[in-house]
């Protein structure tokens, strides 16, 4: 455990050095193609030059430079891709392995915790919470049993006596006189209308009006 423990830092210095020595190495080939390329076009332009100047066989000369710099660009491009290829598959296992140690971190902490809390202790809590219960339970019917003078009513006896004062109850309601209820105001029917003369008014308004 402790090997882990201290290994894991180590582990992961060693995994970002040789990621840091891997990106040195990538920009140091890409600034010796940079280099390579410009060779590159300095032969071609001096094969121009040879050409126009009827140096057939310099102008060869310059063209052999130039491909063999192209070859060196080649090879340093796939040096390159090389490179790249191990930066992520390095990248990839060094994710694995934080995934790994990450995994086996929680293992660890799950039991742990499962050693500390045993089935045994469990049941223990369990039976100690269902005495408090039981116990709890009788301590409040005790409380509700009637004491002293109370305990000594008769239950029965009660509800007899309940029922006959009900019956002198609804017997005293029926004896008892209705009570007045008082009458209703009696109003006077409403007037009626004089329609004698609404239609005397009607009949001198069309007289007005054949006029």
Known sequence: MLNRLFGKPKQETNALATLDKLNETLEML???EKVLM?????EVERAKEFTRAKNKTAAIRC????????????????FQLRIH??????????????????????????KAMQKA???????????????????????TEALATPIGASADFDEDELEAEL?????????????????????????????????????????????????
Do not use: C, F, W
Request: no cysteine; hydrophobic share 35%.
């Open 30 to 32: 890409e600034k010796k």
């Open 38 to 42: 410009k060779k590159v076009a300095d």
């Open 63 to 78: 063209l052999k430079r130039k491909k063999l710099y192209e070859q060196q660009i080649e090879h340093l491009g796939n």
């Open 85 to 110: 290829d191990q930066m992520i598959m390095l990248e990839g296992a060094k994710a694995t392995t934080e995934t790994v140690d990450a995994l086996r971190t929680a293992a660890s902490t799950m």
């Open 117 to 139: 809390t045993n089935i045994d202790d469990v049941d223990k809590a369990m039976d100690e919470i269902n005495e408090q219960t039981e116990n709890m339970k009788q301590i």
């Open 163 to 211: 029922e006959e004062l009900e019956g002198a109850e609804l017997e005293e309601g029926l004896l008892a006189p209705p009570s007045r209820v008082p009458a209703a105001p009696i109003r006077p029917p409403p007037k009626k209308e004089r329609v004698d003369e609404h239609e005397d008014e009607l009949a001198e308004l069309q007289r007005e009006m054949a006029l």
